[in-house]
């Protein structure tokens, strides 16, 4: 119901309509059909859950003997849930576009709005509006949860480690940073699930370019070479570099130039989507 009435908002002829007038209209009805599906609430309450409770739990979970040194970036581990967060969000962007399909009302959707490219800029605007807080308060949770947790673990300023803190440069970085990795695996799920269509198919994968090629990593220890190309050059495990502060110059690919690499990915699979929407019917 809710979604009809966003989209009879956009049935009067906006083909005679200026563009940013367009645009405006279609953000206003998928801001409707998003914010009143059922559950969506509930998944951006849960980013911010799940990765603040997993983070805490390794936070508690990590100990550094005492009379001995741990090379332990404290800001990383204090975000590590959100590689499970990352998940939900995915999710999230999935359903936004794939849920229409379902029903059949992407049909009513692309009627009210010929300009389909303008639909899924609209979607991704809304996706951003919603996941941008949900991944603030995760990422400020985590590093909270750390900042409590890690120095009853031997991990204190007299041992050489940086308390986890927003007054540390490479913290704040990896913070920012961080809440943008969400949103643009967000972006890259939405564009992933347009070209697929269907909702198992296109959450599938999502979680393979998550999860898999980062166990694939680990597979090829063996293999410095391809290990150091997927590190650099696959989505999530490059974009995950922007959590780093500590031995950056080991890592195979910088912090900032790891989250280019997700956001070319993004970017790349968003014009793909809008290509692919333009030469198909709905």
């Known amino acids: 119901m809710n979604q009809t009435v966003a989209i009879a908002r956009l049935e009067r002829p906006l083909s005679a309509?200026?563009?940013a007038a367009g645009f405006a209209e279609a953000v206003r009805a998928e801001?409707?059909?998003?914010?009143?599906?059922?559950?969506?609430?509930?998944?951006?309450t849960a980013v911010a859950l799940l990765t603040v409770a997993i983070s805490a739990a390794v936070a508690a979970a990590a100990k550094c003997p005492t009379g001995g040194?741990?090379?332990?970036?404290?800001?990383?581990?204090?975000?590590?849930?959100?590689?499970?967060?990352?998940?939900?969000?995915?999710?999230?962007?999935?359903?936004?576009?794939?849920?229409?399909y379902s029903t059949g009302m992407i049909r009513t959707t692309f009627t009210a709005m010929p300009r389909r490219v303008v639909v899924l800029a609209a979607?991704?605007?809304?996706?951003?509006?919603?996941?941008?807080?949900?991944?603030?308060?995760?990422?400020?949770?985590?590093?909270?949860a750390g900042r409590l947790m890690l120095p009853a673990n031997g991990f204190t300023a007299t041992r050489g480690y940086v308390l986890v803190s927003l007054a540390h440069g490479p913290t704040v970085r990896a913070a920012l940073g961080t809440v943008l990795y969400l949103v643009l695996i967000g972006l890259l799920s939405l564009a992933i699930a347009t070209m697929v269509r269907d909702s198992a198919v296109a959450t599938g994968a999502v979680l393979a370019v998550l999860y898999i090629v980062p166990i694939m990593?680990?597979?090829?220890?063996?293999?410095?070479a391809w290990q150091s190309r997927l590190e650099r050059y696959s989505p999530a495990t490059a974009g995950l570099a922007?959590?780093?502060?500590?031995?950056?110059?080991?890592l195979p690919i910088g912090p900032?130039?790891?989250l280019a690499v997700l956001a070319l990915w993004a970017a790349g699979a968003l014009l793909a989507a809008a290509a692919m929407l333009r030469l198909r019917d709905a």
């Open 256 to 258: 900032w130039g790891g």
């Open 242 to 250: 922007i959590e780093d502060t500590t031995g950056l110059r080991h």
């Open 17 to 19: 309509a200026p563009a």
């Open 217 to 224: 990593v680990l597979f090829l220890g063996g293999e410095p």
């Open 123 to 144: 979607k991704a605007c809304v996706l951003i509006f919603l996941v941008l807080p949900a991944a603030v308060i995760a990422v400020a949770g985590s590093l909270a």
């Open 69 to 100: 040194a741990c090379a332990t970036d404290t800001t990383k581990i204090s975000l590590t849930g959100i590689e499970a967060g990352q998940a939900l969000v995915a999710v999230l962007a999935v359903l936004a576009i794939t849920g229409e």
């Open 31 to 44: 801001w409707t059909k998003l914010r009143t599906t059922p559950g969506t609430a509930w998944i951006l």
